[in-house]
């Protein structure tokens, strides 16, 4: 059976034998949304309460260090079930934003880092067409930052992709592609063997690293289709902006990662949800885009 046939399959089960997991799924079909234009494209602003869990994430040395890691399979729910790949086993998120949405941690606990995994990425990206395999960096929304996984979702949600067949331009003297007037940079890599594809992201990765001993700020979106890796990097500037600790009626709990950066802006109170305007959310996407090129 392919993979993509196997996880569709695990997914009906879980849904079927979970509680958790299907209370929540069932639960995205009654959330609230509501779309802001910005002209050449869109973000969807959704509320969703059971995002709480990773949204309100405490990610401090501190923190980590005292709770059991839940990517670990002796910590994981008994009822979560899962379909081994490589060094990595595929699970299905109990606390979902996409209509399919599963985490993919390796086996063994590791940190979260990219560079010694970026081929697995596409590997997966190949073998599920259907959805998006995406990163969120261990300062970049990643809920579990000493435990390297990627994550999962069904492809047509994120507005970043079809964004990007509609408004992509090259950039000059580079293999690289990007969207203008997005409000968010992103680099997109084109590359038919994962060969070209590893080449073209660790120069890019070298260009973005401040230190060499840190990670650069980033979250990734990759996806396979027409015989072609499509890799997108959105480089960041900050982990949370000012909004997400501010007090009163200026408080916005929104803690973007991938899937923010990517054009769905996640508010776990419905009070936040109801009060973020266009110009929040142009402010919250400038303070957490890296700009590159001018």
């Known amino acids: 059976m392919m993979l993509q046939q196997q996880i569709n399959q695990l997914f009906t089960n879980q849904l079927q034998n979970w509680e958790l997991a299907h209370q929540n799924f069932s639960d995205l079909h009654s959330v ?15 509320f969703n309460p059971a995002r709480m869990v ?26 979560q079930q899962g379909v081994e790949f490589g060094d990595y086993t595929i699970l299905v998120n109990p ?53 390297m996984h990627f994550q999962a979702g069904t492809k047509s949600f994120l507005p970043v992709v079809k964004d990007y067949f509609r408004l992509k331009t090259p950039v000059p003297n580079t293999p690289y592609f990007t969207i203008s007037n997005y409000l968010r ?21 070298q260009m973005l690293q401040s230190h060499p001993s840190e990670e650069p700020m980033m979250n990734i979106v990759c996806f396979y289709e027409d015989d072609t890796y499509y890799t997108l990097v959105l480089p960041r500037a900050n982990f949370r902006p000012w909004q997400y600790t501010a007090q009163g009626d200026e408080q916005l709990l929104v803690s973007p990662a991938t899937v923010e950066m990517s054009g769905v802006f996640i508010t776990p109170v419905r009070a936040h949800f109801e009060r973020i305007t266009k110009d929040d959310i142009r402010d919250i996407l400038t303070q957490s885009t890296r700009i590159i090129w001018p």
Do not use: W
């Open 54 to 79: 990773s949204s309100g994430a405490k990610i401090d040395a501190k923190t980590i260090a005292e709770r059991p890691c839940f990517l670990c399979a002796e910590n994981r729910p008994k009822e």
């Open 95 to 147: 606390f979902p934003i996409f209509p399919q949405h599963f985490t993919i941690p390796r086996r063994a606990h590791v940190p979260q880092l990219i560079c010694p995994y970026f081929a697995d990425m596409l590997t997966l990206a190949k073998a599920l067409p259907e959805l998006v395999i995406f990163y969120n960096g261990p300062r970049c929304g990643a809920s579990a930052p000493d435990h």
């Open 32 to 46: 609230c949304s509501k779309t802001v234009d910005f002209g050449a494209f869109q973000i969807v602003v959704q």
């Open 185 to 205: 940079t992103v680099v997109a890599l084109e590359s038919k063997t994962v060969e070209s594809a590893e080449r073209d992201f660790c120069e890019l990765y």
